[in-house]
Each structure stands twice: as structure tokens, then as C-alpha cells.
């Protein structure tokens, strides 16, 4: 079992940036595949980024391809989504999730309680 906590959420203007970070504890960080997911009122729940265990592979949503970047510090057990060029609808609360596959949103077990992301116009 691995236990997730975000940071680094919050109010920025559109076009500006914001850095997610998510730290691991528990289980052997390196073993997992890491995600963000994001869920805005009334919306279901998207597939964001995934990375898989070493960082050498990562898959993006058509939605934020070019504007967000997942990385990872096995040696620091934490993930990050960098997130530039910020849109309004990026609003929603982004969770961090640790799965077997990272393309595959339906392989993620473990989240953490999410963070909010406000964009304003």
C-alpha cells in the first residue's frame, strides 16, 4: 500500500503556472506508475498524465498535451505535474494516483485527497 499527499494547488490567471507535487509514503515508490487525475464540478473524472516506474515513458491527455509535463524523483518519492499556459477550464481538484500501468487510467489503486486548481479569467 502506498499513501498519497498533493500540494502546490491554487488561484492563478489564466496563462500563468502552477507546480502539483505529490509525495509518497509506504510502499516502495519506484514500483508504481504514477498519475494525475482532475475532476471538475458536474464533470467526470479525467485521465491527465501518467509516467511510468522510471520516468522514461508518459502519456498525456489531448486536453493538456504541450501545456502540462509529469515528471518524477524516485529518490525523493514525489511526482510533479508542471502545469504552464493555464486555462479556465483547468479548473478542478487534481489527485495523484499510483497504479500497475501508466496509460491505463482503470489500473490506478492508490489516490491521494486532491488539491484544487483555480483558473481565473
Known amino acids: 500500500q502506498v499513501q498519497l499527499v498533493e500540494s502546490g494547488g491554487g488561484l492563478v490567471q489564466a496563462g500563468g503556472s502552477l507546480r502539483l507535487s505529490c509525495a509518497a509514503s509506504g510502499h516502495t515508490f519506484s514500483h508504481y506508475a504514477m498519475g494525475w487525475f482532475r475532476q471538475a464540478p458536474g464533470k467526470d473524472r479525467e485521465f491527465v498524465a501518467g509516467?511510468?516506474?522510471?520516468?522514461?515513458?508518459?502519456y498525456y491527455a489531448d486536453s493538456v498535451r504541450g501545456r502540462f509535463t509529469i515528471s518524477r524523483d524516485n529518490a525523493k518519492n514525489t511526482v510533479y505535474l508542471q502545469m504552464n499556459s493555464l486555462k479556465p477550464e483547468d479548473t478542478a481538484v487534481y489527485y495523484c494516483?499510483?497504479?500497475?500501468?501508466?496509460?491505463?487510467?482503470?489500473?490506478?489503486?492508490?489516490w491521494g485527497q486532491g488539491t484544487q486548481v483555480t483558473v481565473s479569467s
Open positions: 509516467i511510468n516506474w522510471s520516468g522514461g515513458a508518459t
Open positions: 494516483a499510483a497504479g500497475r500501468s501508466y496509460r491505463d487510467a482503470n489500473a490506478y489503486a492508490y
